[in-house]
Structures are given as C-alpha cells and as structure tokens.
C-alpha cells in the first residue's frame, strides 16, 4: 500500500483501540506510520491515552486503509512492473 503524508486514513479496532477510526497520517516509518485521530473518534479511556501525546498514534501500516473525504475505501493503484527486454 502506498501511502503517504496528508493522507486520510481508517483504522479498524488494534489491540490498543476497541474503536476504529479515521485520521490523517502526519509521518511514515518503514512499517508503520504517526496518525492524528480526527476529533470524536475514541471513546473517552482510549483519548485519555493518546491526550498526552497530541492525538497522535502509531499504527502499522498493514492496519490502516487509505480512504477519501467520504470515509469511502480507495482503490488500490495497479502498480505495474517495467518489462525487461529478452536476451
């Protein structure tokens, strides 16, 4: 999946959350990237978690489905690999 800053996000229920949610990814790490949860998101135990840390998450990448303004799943893109000329 490629995702990239700025981008919207979904994330269903991880292991730290019992909620899903949405957010916009501030940073990308190689397998996982900084989440901003969009305001209401979390029941309130859950933000008591994250208040501290300015309602940012880290959550694997594999967890998350890049999503548009509707909440509504994109697509994957179809990356197609370059031929390779025979010999």
Do not use: W
Not at 65 to 76: F, H, I, Y
């Amino acid at each position: 999946m490629a995702l990239h800053e700025n981008n919207r996000v979904f994330c269903e229920k991880t292991e730290l959350f019992s909620d899903s949610f949405y957010g916009t990814i501030t940073k990308i790490y190689e397998h996982s990237a900084l989440v901003k949860v969009e305001p209401k998101q979390l029941n309130k135990k859950e933000t008591d978690k994250i208040d501290s840390f300015g309602d940012l998450v880290v959550i694997r990448q594999s967890e998350l489905q890049l999503v548009d303004a509707a909440g509504k799943p994109l697509k994957e893109p179809v990356e197609e690999e370059p031929l390779e000329a025979a010999e």
